[in-house]
């Protein structure tokens, strides 16, 4: 890793949606400039951004010359092609490294990572296409899972798209005709008592900080709630930190990284598995800019332009609702009827069902002491 | 005042500076546009608008196109010439009042205006220019001041730029060759304990919230720290709001206002003075967007543009120090000898001896309790 950068730096970012643009907003807090590249021209990152480029993932052109203004690129989601990281490479530095990437935008190649660890995942084999449904299926009965079952596509999924749910072994027709050709993964269903997310940021030194995980709450496999503190024992929280430290260092990570965690049993036979990697700021870290002294999009920021990480440290209880498609015409009334909620709205035009709209995030009362 | 601006809607701000750049930044948070207009080509705030119009102040074309673009213009600051006014007034809707920023531009008028509300101001005399000189001391001198005494250009001073200090009767004539033709106030000091300054906010309808004073330390005339809480009686506090809010009720006030106030004398008989009145966000108020729940930044857009107020609760202590030119060039040792402290870097080119080039807001730890 090189020197930091100085002010006046150009941050590259890849993709403008809403958490690029809370990154640009982040970089443009240091005092340094954020070049946006995405395909769409109303992309919510380029309304803040000092500059940016208007152009698809794969358009080599465009993807030189985003390097060639950036400093450092970063990016606001794991699907970058290998081309496309291969033209970024060659010119400027990249961060989170490539093989973050590469390794969590494959759930094969992030289950085998995690395994290889040593880590705890929900039982999983790996599916290439119809015909090796069965065989996977009868793996998993080995490991005594007879369903229900979730069939995940290797690649680009995310919010609970590109996975279905298997009851047992009757519904493996439907699967096979739902899958098709694509790699995916078979996983048993994991019983657990909470899924939590430890947002993390590693420095280019190797420093490590820890957000506090908060309690998340999905709707229709969309995050909907994220509140904090959550009720997690201590000696899950400190598993936790240690399962995400342990992923950051063999990745050589530079920036935030959100590992989702399933939490199975309470008191001392718990166990923590690992259900997914995100080599990026992430939803349920959105709380940390008005509950914590530096935020997940700062964090990251400062440790891929080199810089000196800030405090994770949560100095109010704090609750994130997201507001998805039309939630987002109660934004007035979800202020007014109460002051303490810090709004976002990301710029989108088109409120279309499900798409996330914009988040508040309410400061809660202190607890008396 | 008209209904509430759609999210999506234009916040024409004038001025491009950090105050500017902030508020941009927080227009762009709450799903609005931002478009600034400022004469200098790398304006600090049109790094994090969406658009931008590069012209002076005085040009009709450009501030029409300003009041085409925006639904709302607001301003960085208070010296709008009472053309630019008219451009802007008869083409979109002003915030502040057009009478906020007549009276605040002008020494004379704002004294005069705070006269006229019953509230104190130090002894003082309007001077128009050196052949007045001698009548005003005179008239002080009725008042029992014999000096020191401070004369302040009535227009264009801030940061203690603009006036000159006056030991007694003696330095008239050094006095006269500086001020020469220009209108001016000449004041008698005040023996005060604390300055305070009160940022308050006022929404289209009439309410009004109240950040903490901080108490703030000047170096050479120019904010160097604001620090809250300050030590000041809740007595004091009370009546500084109830000064604030008669001052902003008096002038039918939208938006962020800053009232800066000597308080002399402790205990009951204290005295509480107005010094300046700022129409706008206000350095002594950057430590809002850390320590509180809606910074000045946001209430000043979310009055601005007719939404509901947020909560001016402070839920930490802490310290903001400005950065003035070379002291930037310190700004990686700062937050890498506390992770506490949130940086805040402008984005100005040029280090110049006295440029605000940034600030830092350091969360104090929790007094245990």
Redesign the interface.
Known sequence: MAD?LP??STIGILGGGQLG?MLA?AA??????ACVMAPERDSPA?????AHICADYDDEGALRRLAEEADVVTFEFENVTARALEVLESATRVAPPRRALEITQDRIAEKSFVDGLGLATAPWAPVSGRAALRQALERLAGMGEHGPFFLKMARQGYDGKGQMRLAGADDLGEAADWLGERAAVLEGAVAFEIELSMVAVRAADGQM?FYDPPHNTHRSGVLHESLVPASIPASVVEQAQDHARSIAEALDYVGVIAVEMFLEGSGEGFRLSINEIAPRVHNSGHWTI?AC??SQF?NHIRAVAG?????T?R??DARMVNLLGRD?DA??TL??EN?????????K?EARPGRKM?HFVE?LP?KE?
């Open positions: 930091p002010p006046g643009r907003q443009a807090k240091l005092g340094l400039r380029f309304d803040v951004a000092a900080a008005e002294t530096v700062e810089w000196p990480l800030g405090s440290r100095h109010s987002v934004a007035f202020i007014a002051p303490a909620r810090s709004l976002h709205l990301y710029g035009r914009g400061i202190r002491c």
